[in-house]
């Protein structure tokens, strides 16, 4: 009995412990999985924290690129321009065209009609009908007419003009006509833009329009013919390569602005024609001579009474520099003694300056009496043996066969 019951304790028991050993086992397992899922956590919060430790996982900033403005960007100049601004010439023909004429001269046939035997061109200068154009264009003339670029002709006029500037004048009768804008001749620079317009070769009332640069200033020009008084030196003029030709003669030279500088007046030929050398009369003593011939008729020039000849000075390397004007002999029509010579001047004086202004050339010297009148006082420096002299005296009217 004893024996039976500790059998079925012990089986009991032993019953028990199996179940224990298997809840142990369901125990043990889930503590093992358990140690294994502790592992993986405990394993990846270690790897987790090594990359994060490393930057792994930090969030990359988005950089946007700036934003790109593109502009257009205009320049005043570029390195290369083209010679001529045709816009320019465009704005300066539309408005000057309207102030440039034609000029035709000849005769009246018995019924009163007109009968052109030439011409040339013309400027108006003021809005009641005063018309610049040149001396060689209306000499000798006894009637004129005026053609604008819309066809109108008008009869003109003739105030007067000047052999030694070649400059002359005519008036039609007429009322709110455009002048020309006026230029300073004296301002201009070798290599400005020169317009040149005028009515070549009469091909129209519309004028022609042709352009170039200020090729040199203060040139002087032998004009006219061998017959005996229609020769002439002219002085100061502008040179241009802007196309000039016959007929052009009395047209305008226009600068930048659209204002006059010139009168066109001449072209150089040479053996093989023309040589893209035109001459005009710069505007600052075409307006001084206009002022004269509307005051009086005709040019009052003045006189100084000298054979002068070029004067040199030797610079300190050795160059000749021109240095002014040497009186070689007092002169005059008969021997007699004229403006300068009558002030006290002498052979072999040198002309320095001229109311303050330096002289350096003959032909500086001329050009500036071309704008000076008989009876005007006028300054003289003079060099006479290292002794510098001021002569003030009144300059004398040039005479006629002079």
């Given at each position: 009995?004893?024996?039976?019951?500790?059998?079925?304790?012990?089986?009991?028991?032993?019953?028990?412990?199996?179940?224990?050993?298997?809840?142990?086992?369901?125990?043990?397992k889930?503590?093992?999985?358990?140690?294994?899922?502790?592992?993986?956590?405990?394993?990846?919060?270690?790897?987790?924290?090594?990359?994060?430790?490393?930057?792994?996982?930090?969030?990359?900033?988005?950089?946007?690129?700036?934003?790109?403005?593109?502009?257009?960007?205009?320049?005043?100049?570029?390195?290369?321009?083209?010679?001529?601004?045709?816009?320019?010439?465009?704005?300066?023909?539309?408005?000057?065209?309207?102030?440039?004429?034609?000029?035709?001269?000849?005769?009246?046939?018995?019924?009163?009609?007109?009968?052109?035997?030439?011409?040339?061109?013309?400027?108006?200068?003021?809005?009641?009908?005063?018309?610049?154009?040149?001396?060689h264009?209306?000499?000798?003339?006894?009637?004129?007419r005026?053609?604008?670029?819309?066809?109108?002709?008008?009869?003109?006029?003739?105030?007067?003009?000047?052999?030694?500037?070649?400059?002359?004048l005519?008036?039609?009768?007429?009322?709110?006509?455009?002048?020309i804008?006026?230029?300073?001749?004296?301002?201009?620079?070798?290599?400005?833009?020169?317009?040149?317009?005028?009515?070549?070769l009469?091909?129209?009332?519309?004028?022609?329009?042709?352009?170039?640069?200020?090729?040199?200033?203060?040139?002087?020009?032998?004009?006219?013919?061998?017959?005996?008084?229609?020769?002439?030196?002219?002085?100061?003029l502008?040179?241009?390569?802007?196309?000039?030709?016959?007929?052009?003669?009395?047209?305008?030279?226009?600068?930048?602005n659209?204002?006059?500088?010139?009168?066109?007046?001449?072209?150089?030929?040479?053996?093989?024609?023309?040589?893209?050398?035109?001459?005009?009369?710069?505007?600052?003593?075409?307006?001084?001579?206009?002022?004269?011939?509307?005051?009086?008729?005709?040019?009052?020039?003045?006189?100084?009474?000298?054979?002068?000849?070029?004067?040199?000075?030797?610079?300190?390397?050795?160059?000749?520099?021109?240095?002014?004007?040497?009186?070689?002999?007092?002169?005059?029509?008969?021997?007699?003694?004229?403006?300068?010579?009558?002030?006290?001047?002498?052979?072999?004086?040198?002309?320095?300056?001229?109311?303050?202004?330096?002289?350096?050339?003959?032909?500086?010297?001329?050009?500036?009496?071309?704008?000076?009148?008989?009876?005007?006082?006028?300054?003289?420096?003079?060099?006479?043996?290292?002794?510098?002299?001021?002569?003030?005296?009144?300059?004398?009217?040039?005479?006629?066969?002079?």
């Amino acid at each position: 009995m004893e024996e039976d019951n500790y059998s079925q304790q012990e089986l009991f028991e032993q019953r028990k412990y199996i179940s224990d050993l298997i809840e142990e086992k369901t125990e043990k397992k889930k503590s093992s999985l358990n140690v294994v899922i502790g592992s993986a956590l405990l394993s990846s919060g270690i790897v987790l924290g090594f990359l994060f430790l490393f930057g792994l996982f930090e969030e990359e900033e988005i950089v946007l690129p700036e934003p790109i403005t593109i502009t257009e960007t205009v320049k005043e100049k570029e390195l290369v321009m083209p010679r001529v601004d045709s816009t320019e010439v465009v704005s300066i023909a539309e408005l000057a065209t309207k102030t440039i004429v034609q000029v035709q001269v000849g005769t009246l046939s018995d019924d009163g009609e007109f009968l052109s035997a030439g011409g040339g061109s013309g400027v108006v200068i003021t809005d009641d009908g005063l018309i610049m154009t040149n001396h060689h264009v209306i000499d000798n003339s006894t009637e004129v007419r005026v053609i604008f670029e819309d066809g109108r002709m008008y009869e003109a006029n003739i105030i007067g003009s000047d052999r030694l500037t070649d400059i002359g004048l005519v008036k039609i009768t007429a009322s709110n006509l455009i002048p020309i804008a006026i230029g300073n001749s004296d301002k201009m620079l070798v290599g400005d833009l020169a317009v040149a317009i005028g009515h070549p070769l009469t091909l129209g009332a519309a004028p022609t329009v042709t352009t170039g640069v200020v090729s040199a200033l203060e040139r002087r020009l032998d004009v006219g013919g061998d017959v005996m008084g229609t020769s002439v030196t002219l002085f100061g003029l502008i040179q241009t390569d802007a196309p000039i030709t016959r007929g052009s003669s009395g047209g305008a030279l226009i600068n930048k602005n659209g204002e006059l500088i010139g009168i066109t007046t001449a072209i150089a030929t040479a053996d093989v024609g023309a040589e893209g050398l035109g001459f005009a009369v710069p505007v600052n003593l075409a307006l001084n001579i206009a002022e004269g011939l509307i005051k009086d008729g005709k040019i009052l020039h003045a006189f100084l009474g000298i054979l002068g000849a070029q004067h040199f000075d030797i610079a300190e390397d050795g160059a000749r520099v021109f240095s002014g004007v040497f009186i070689q002999e007092l002169y005059g029509p008969g021997g007699e003694i004229f403006a300068i010579g009558k002030a006290g001047a002498q052979p072999g004086d040198i002309i320095k300056k001229i109311n303050g202004e330096t002289v350096k050339t003959l032909d500086g010297l001329i050009t500036v009496l071309r704008t000076k009148r008989a009876g005007e006082q006028v300054e003289i420096e003079i060099l006479r043996e290292s002794q510098v002299i001021t002569l003030v005296f009144e300059l004398d009217l040039r005479p006629s066969d002079v």
